[in-house]
């Protein structure tokens, strides 16, 4: 037995839906574009500010920190304060603060201390970095949602 054709299935009269891929292309190029700028921004960072062997990797510590309280903020913006456009948040949230944050960049820096000799470094860089990223969202979302408060008559 064979399975009926798709077109048969169709009500009639009914037009096919337009394509998911068409209807995400301009997610995916905001999402690309605030990469790349993100990314950019990330690395401009990491020369700026370069890691020694075997030490703490503060530019890759701070972006995280640092990305992490831009995201609560914008967050709360987003959604208490702004209707923004539907593209704002792909380009911005996941675009450019995704590719200026770099978890596998701090992953791969944990490894590399631990590899190079230097698991305490490593393990202070861990626990470190995650609880000040968390920290920063918190007082972030804590602190916008009380100057917001503040502001509205």
Known sequence: MTAPEAESLRAPGRTPRPSVRRGQAPVVAVVALGGALGASARYAASLWWPVQPGGFPWATFWTNVVGCAVIGVFMVVITDVWAAHRLV???????????????STYAVDIQKLVDSGHPGTGLAYLAATLLAALTAVWLAVTAARRVLKWRQP
């Not at 948040?89 to 978890?103: A, D, E, I, Q």
């Open 89 to 103: 948040r792909p380009f911005f949230g996941t675009g450019v603060l995704g590719g200026f944050t770099t978890f």
